[in-house]
């Protein structure tokens, strides 16, 4: 069951979404075969520490996120993945691996790769391994305040 605070979340701030479940799925790639969502629509939020501060970086299912580029964008000297107890830290009514950039502890800075300009619609998971959020591409980057750049990368 999704936290009940990204519903809460959501409506408050005037956006429209849709929830909806899937089958259960451990990889961004998978839950978003499992949604039939095309992989450049899922939404994959990562977690990590740049120098001393958590930020999330967002992109899509079939693309990593370029640490090197990351790092440049958030202006870091260091940057790294964040580890599972800093995660289950941040995003505690989530389960592990399927963290919503809106369901965080706090307000964290939040980057998301450049690729999705122009596509209408992002999917993200809800905070579970088969719940999941639709909404608007512009929606998203308002409410996160996201920093746009090529922070993607097809895998090696």
Known sequence: MRPRSLDEFLKQAHVPFTAFQYAEAFSAQRGAASAHVPGRSWAKTVACVADDEPILAVVPAHLMVNLDQLRLLAGANA??????????????????????????????????????????????????????IRLHYNDFVELTRAQVGAIGERSR
């Open 79 to 132: 940057l790294r993945l964040a580890t599972e107890p800093e995660l289950a830290g941040l995003c505690p009514s989530c389960e592990l691996g399927a963290i919503s950039p809106f369901v965080t502890r706090r307000s964290l800075r939040v980057f998301v790769d450049q690729s999705f300009i122009g596509e209408s619609d992002m999917v993200f998971c809800a905070g579970t391994h088969t719940d999941a």
